[in-house]
């Protein structure tokens, strides 16, 4: 089993049993939320008014919000690693979680566990979740008024909301509003980050004023006390917010649940391949939310429904509800920004994160932008010098993915997205294959459509054409066309300051004694940094023979071949093996040489790399 990623969670008091033991080489940790020791208590789980107001909740789904709270506390506890790894799959980790419970019995039914464990590994990309549950001692804190004879049934239909202060969640929450008559519960989590608080306070007052008696808000506290978060990607906070709605929608035997979140978002093909793993959300997915209702229907053996009304909707096509709605006013108060470590008060959106990216290209796209002013933005990047390669990438990234949804027939979009497509066949509605897919297809296509009108629109309203090309704009972003490369190229533009960094690091003090020493070291940096990296694998056909990299990374077809130039070494003897490379490999698979030339014998880069970049598909990396 693969440790490097690898967990284990003591919730509440629990000590690992000695008869498991672990391998010392696993980090354990404790989380504690009513120890008999306040100081040991390092994690804030609250249960939400509704609990208390209704004074009455079996204790299996007393056992999941506590549940929901550990697992989203190890999941900002817990770092996936570097983001900038050269291969994505090493964020995934192994979560094994040893945790006190009042139902026991319920707990311990392989069926509860495997439903539970199947959802969370498809919604956060993890390698593993495991779950081991304890009788939970005696002196657990119980309600005094914790009979069911208390229970409540509401007077009026209620609709069951997950709020996040976002754009997606805000317009459905005016529809509900607007197109029924049920009374409206808001379900929101009460994180770290007080602005985000605040906007979901903000809102909701608002809303409780255009439509009085109608609007109810339950929070639910989950945090970390004492310590921060080490972890951003929060891949479990929908299971958390699924889990109290579930709670909800049981206290009011409403029988379902509302998530609205747009269908590109829910969907979130890939941007880049090597987002395949934990990089892509999944956190509404139709699958994630299929599997969620398979475990919950294990509780009471009942259909819950958790319905996901924009599924079929973009984003751009949202925000033009609200502003049908009337409700323009109240954009620049919500809140889409994931990242949850900038630290700048007076903004409350990064502006450079993925779904500040989207929010942008959706409001030009649906002539809202005057409504989203740039005041709550710390970066915007129609606007604001793209300085930055992270922000580059992400915005390259957004506009090839778009483009290529434009781009595709149906039929070139099946063959692309096979994969993703087939995540997806039993979780959405359509009476077969072919329908839907089609559904997906137009979703997508749209999706394409809307972005390019997005561009037009802030080229026209912030750019000059008739100046000169502001350096570092987002003009001269598209200018270059970075969009149209193929995955490929882009990951070895990522990896190659990485290389390089390394290849100096390393040979700082002592050169390589010869070419095999050198790709030994290159061999440890990938090895270390991808999992789906191969020394001389795989072999490659080539004609009647086989040919082999020195190091290949399999799923991107990319492989890669190192060059030392020694003292007194001529370019000319790299050129040849270059060139005899170039001969040997396919032409349609990518090549990346590697030319480590620490005395200078290359005269000038530019034309060196030119020589072959220009009649092969390849990069060079000169290193020195």
Known sequence: MDERNEHIILCNGVQLPAKRGRRKSIPTISLNHCSESNKENNVEINLPDFVTSLNYLPDRIKDLLEIAGYIYAADRKTSRGNPKSV???????????????????????????????????????????????????????????????????????????????????????????????????????????????LTQKNIVKRLQSDFPDRVKHFRFSCHLKGSHAVEETQRTRSFLFASIAYALSYAYKQGSFYFYENGVTSLNFPKRQDMINSRSSRTTHPRTLGLLKRFYYHFYLEEVEILHPYLWNTKTEVVEKISAKGFSNLIDSSTSCSSTFHNTSDYTHCGRCSQCIDRRFAMYSANTEDWDTKGIYEFDFTTDSINDQKTRIGIIDYIRLAAGFKRHSIDSFYMEYSEQLADLDDFIEGDDEIEKVSKIYNLCHSHGIQVELAIKKIIQKHFDISADIIPNSFVELLGKKEYLKMPVELFVNNICPEITNFVRTVFKKNKPINEDDFNDKLNGFFEKEGDNYAREYPMVRFALGFVKPDHSFDHYNLFIESKYLRDNTPPSKASEGISADLNKYPIDKFKLFIVYDPYGSISNDDIYRKEFENIGYCKILIVR
């Open 87 to 197: 291969e994505y799959q090493s964020w995934s980790r192994l979560m094994h979680f040893h945790i006190p419970v009042r139902d026991l019995n319920f707990w311990q039914q392989e069926n509860v566990k495997m439903s539970l464990q199947d959802s969370l590994v498809f919604m956060t990309g993890d390698k593993e979740y495991q779950f081991h549950f304890y009788q939970q001692a005696e002196h657990f804190p119980m309600s005094l008024f914790d009979k069911e004879e208390f229970q409540v049934v509401p007077e009026n239909p209620t609709s069951i909301i997950l709020f996040s202060g976002g754009l997606d969640s805000l317009s459905g929450t005016i529809e509900r509003l607007t197109e029924s008559k049920d009374d409206i519960c808001l379900i929101s989590h009460i994180s770290q980050q007080p602005s985000t608080s």
